[in-house]
């Protein structure tokens, strides 16, 4: 057996299979192997090494990812210890160097868990804290604003946030989880005695109303006879329906539309009767339609007082006809006023020409605009013998806007 196979750069073996470590510039007696070769004894305890090494890196491996829990620490202890005179061949030295750091950084990992568990802990203790206020709040409610059936489902889903929260959450004080229950239980207690005394209310009011509106609404469908004439009955009872106050959605409907069935006979006698009107007037409707297609054409007429004429006649024979549909009222009438507009905007037009007084203005302002014109047309000529283009131009513009003002007023 060559030296060459009795030892590695960490250790060796000698003729009786006693095995050695070094470390640093000594060396440490491991163990002894006599019932192998040098080879096997050395393999063994460089085996003894590896083990040590795979639980380091293990270790590490954990730390790296975060997943280490509190039992590090003591993994970290048990290493330092089997790592004081450990019975192994290999690099001892970086061993326990990477042991130590593990140390410092199990110690940092446990001091980050421990602040993670505590904010945990306080961000559960506020969640339950936040469910316990608002089941609080729901139960403050004024119980006219209560809407019971949301709110029962409030509580419902509450509670089941709660659930969730013991569940899954990480485990708060038993003292703080008491209390803040017991708080919690007394808001739903509270909220549960309202429900039941307010559907109980309710239960009795609906029973009164009914009872009331029971009456009206016999009193209307026995209009039904009278008809037309029973209308004003028929409203009166409404008012009377208003102030009987209001059952349940569900059976004030039912009630109303039995209210509602009893005065539809009576309105429908109402339009039977108005379709009979509008029978009578649709011959009225169609007389004035062929006014207007011949009053239409006032709106081409541009003297004022031939469309004054033509439109008086159109009116009168208007006025005689009568009334017409009340659907086409508006239509009928607004096609005669666009002929009316028509006609008293040229009399006004007129007025405007002809009168006295602003033909006097129009006058005076008509000279001095002559006679300033006048005064452009000097200075042009002035301009052009001296050769003064930019001067040309400025009077030119001046004489251009004062042509267009006298062109305005016209004669």
Not at 66 to 76: K, L, N
Not at 145 to 164: I, P
């Amino acid at each position: 057996m060559s030296e060459a196979n009795n030892e590695t750069p960490w250790g060796r073996v000698d003729e009786d299979r006693t095995v050695y470590v070094r470390e640093g510039d000594s060396e440490r007696v491991v163990g002894s192997f006599p019932d192998g070769t040098p080879e096997e004894a050395l393999a063994y305890f460089t085996r003894k090494f590896a083990d040590l090494e795979g639980q380091v890196t293990l270790l590490e491996a954990r730390v790296a990812r975060g997943t280490a829990d509190a039992s590090a620490a003591e993994v970290v202890s048990k290493l330092t210890e089997l790592l004081v005179e450990p019975a192994a061949v290999g690099d001892i030295a970086s061993l326990r160097a990477r042991v130590e750091k593990l140390g410092a950084k199990t110690a940092e990992l446990s001091e980050k868990q421990h602040a993670e568990r505590e904010a945990a802990r306080k961000e559960a203790i506020a969640k339950r804290e936040a469910i316990v206020v608002e089941a609080e709040r729901l139960a403050a409610q004024p119980e006219a604003s209560v809407r019971w059936k949301e709110t029962s489902q409030a509580f419902e889903q509450l509670f089941t946030d709660w659930q969730t929260s013991q569940r899954t959450g990480p485990q708060i004080p038993k003292g703080q989880a008491d209390a803040m229950w017991k708080r919690f239980r007394t808001a739903r207690q509270s909220f549960d005695s309202a429900r039941r005394s307010h559907f109980a209310q309710m239960d009795a009011n609906n029973k009164e109303v009914r009872q009331r509106k029971e009456r009206i609404i016999a009193a209307a469908e026995a209009l039904a006879p009278r008809g037309i004439d029973g209308i004003p009955s028929y409203r009166s009872l409404l008012d009377d329906w208003k102030a009987a106050g209001r059952a349940s959605r569900k059976l004030d409907d039912q009630l109303w539309a039995r209210f509602k069935a009893a005065g539809d006979v009576l309105y429908a006698a109402k339009a039977a009767e108005a379709a009979q009107t509008n029978e009578e007037y649709a011959a009225n409707l169609a007389a004035k339609q062929e006014i207007l297609a011949e009053a239409e054409s006032i709106l081409s007429v541009t003297e004022h007082t031939a469309a004054r004429k033509q439109l008086t006649g159109i009116q009168l024979r208007w006025d005689e006809i009568g009334r017409v549909p009340r659907e086409a009222l508006r239509d009928i009438e607004g096609r005669l006023r666009k002929i009316e507009d028509h006609v008293k905007r040229l009399e006004d037009e007129h007025w405007q020409k002809t009168n006295p007084e602003t033909k006097a203005r129009s006058a005076g302002l008509r000279g001095q605009l002559e006679a300033s014109i006048a005064e452009l047309k000097t200075e042009i000529e002035t301009a052009r013998a001296k050769g003064d283009s930019r001067a040309v131009k400025d009077a030119e513009e001046k004489l251009a806007t004062q042509e267009s003002w006298l062109a305005a007023i016209g004669d």
